[in-house]
């Protein structure tokens, strides 16, 4: 059974920092591009960052510089550094997994969620 599993959430004052790990099993996610996205209150699911299995990433504009995705192919984990946090990134986060071949571009593979609250 594939599963994601987020952790390292919590509250955090603005300006604090905090790194999200998203642990795989049931099968190598090394050939696969690992994203976060985020979902805050009342808003859609956006994305947050994404990684390549060749190492090239991708930010949404309002995190560049603060936030960085990085992955260890021989732990199966991603995880999301967030530096700087402001309340405006208060928001349920996820990670997923995309396909490969022909669905190496559509997020099959979702976790739960961890919760990041950001006071001002």
């Known amino acids: 059974q594939v599963q994601l599993v987020e952790s390292g959430g919590g509250l955090v004052q603005a300006g604090g920092s905090l790194r999200l790990s998203c642990a795989a099993s049931g099968r190598s996610f090394s050939s696969n591009t690992m994203g976060w996205f985020r979902r805050a209150p009342g808003k859609e699911r956006e994305f947050v960052a994404a990684a390549s299995s060749d190492g090239i990433t991708s930010y949404r504009d309002s995190v560049k510089g603060r936030f960085t995705i990085s992955r260890d192919n021989a732990k199966n984990t991603a995880y999301l550094q967030m530096n700087s946090l402001k309340p405006e990134d208060t928001a349920v986060y996820s990670c997923?997994?995309?396909?490969?071949?022909?669905?190496?571009?559509?997020?099959?593979?979702w976790g739960q969620g961890t919760q990041v609250t950001v006071s001002s």
């Open positions: 997923a997994a995309t396909g490969v071949g022909a669905t190496k571009y559509i997020y099959n593979y």
